[in-house]
């Protein structure tokens, strides 16, 4: 949700450029790399939501066979971190003991995106699926990323809770990546794992929220903005 790991640039191989030349340069940065700065910038319930996103996409997946640290090293990190925001009672104790359980959480994230970082060899659609996001390309990558897609429609689903997202399909894009928050909460995303098809449907919504949805589009350079906001009720 591409050929990037070919490391071709519009029929050029990077090994047949010498090593100065800008364009060599170019194909090396297009390369796809994990970004790791929600580690430390999400708040307690991101961070968790993260993570389980992560452990969800990493497992059985055969890209990367033996992730270290291991599936089960980072789960039970993450275990006790959701432990201790639980018990997090606003008390002097109750948060440092909070601070001190994110701090293993955070080292095995940042540890894991290494591993994930050298499996995925560059290739967009390969990171995406460890549930880490892609660090954002600029310059020349930025310029052969994918159009954001257009023609965004989000109506209610068939059932509570539901909205249902659609858009047009773009040119270069593999996978179509969701985000949404509410009309109260703009900036507080959810951003859903990608999909090779441009149609989502979000479910587990308030009924009688006004949600903000968005749709970016993810090809073999990287990934366009985010679209244009479409808003709707959930029921």
């Not at 090994?15 to 100065?20: H, N, R, V, W």
Request: glycine share 8%; aromatic share 6%; hydrophobic share 40%.
């Amino acid at each position: 949700m591409n050929n990037v790991e070919n490391n071709q640039s519009n029929g050029t191989s990077e090994s047949s450029i010498p090593a100065g030349n800008p364009l060599a340069t170019a194909i090396r940065s297009a390369l796809a790399k994990p970004a790791i700065s929600f580690v430390g910038l999400s708040s307690d319930q991101g961070l968790i939501v993260s993570g389980g996103r992560i452990t969800a996409a990493m497992t059985s997946n055969p890209a990367y066979p033996v992730p270290m640290p291991s599936l089960a090293v980072l789960s039970a990190a993450r275990d006790g971190f959701i432990a201790a925001v639980n018990a997090n009672d606003r008390g002097k104790l109750a948060i440092a003991a909070r601070n001190k359980a994110r701090e293993p959480y955070e080292a095995a994230l940042r540890q894991l995106s290494m591993y994930v970082a050298q499996h995925c060899q560059g290739d967009l659609v390969t990171l995406l699926s460890s549930g880490y996001p892609a660090q954002r390309q600029r310059g020349t990558v930025a310029q052969m990323a994918p159009p954001t897609p257009g023609n965004l429609k989000v109506r209610q689903g068939p059932s509570s809770g539901q909205l249902v997202g659609r858009c047009e399909r773009t040119v270069g894009a593999a996978l179509y990546q969701w985000r949404f928050a509410t009309a109260a909460a703009p900036t507080a995303y959810t951003v859903t794992d990608t999909s090779s098809r441009a149609r989502v449907t979000l479910e587990g919504l308030v009924p009688g929220t006004q949600y903000l949805v968005q749709v970016r589009a993810c090809g073999n350079r990287g990934s366009s903005d985010w679209s244009d906001a479409a808003v709707a009720y959930a029921v």
